[in-house]
């Protein structure tokens, strides 16, 4: 049974960090090319930021220099650091892993607010 879980969302002021994690079960992780994901209400889903199974990274313009993805192979987790956050960084956060076919988290709620 194909797992992911993430965590770490929250309520944070703008300008502050958050970190989210995703710890995944049922792949093998090391392969799959892991993403995050997030979606504000009325938009669609989007792309935050990438790795590939060989660390390759890849980012939306709006988030690149303040958020950064990484992975740990041996602990099948991928995180995402994010820093200097805006409110219109307020979204679900999702992760995805890919390898052939995608599978999803549930999702985390991040909402950036004073």
């Known amino acids: 049974q194909v797992q992911l879980v993430e965590s770490g969302g929250g309520l944070v002021q703008p300008g502050g960090s958050l970190t989210l994690s995703c710890a995944t079960s049922?792949?093998?992780?090391?392969?799959?090319?892991m993403g995050w994901y997030r979606q504000a209400p009325g938009n669609q889903r989007e792309l935050v930021a990438e790795?590939?199974?060989?660390?390759?990274?890849n980012y939306a313009n709006s988030v690149k220099g303040r958020f950064t993805i990484s992975r740990d192979n041996a602990k099948n987790r991928v995180d995402l650091q994010m820093n200097s956050l805006h409110p219109k960084d307020t979204a679900v956060y999702y992760c995805k892993g890919h390898f052939f076919r995608d599978y999803w988290g549930q999702g985390t709620q991040v909402t950036v607010s004073s």
């Open positions: 049922g792949i093998t992780f090391s392969i799959y090319t």
């Open positions: 790795i590939t199974s060989g660390g390759n990274t």
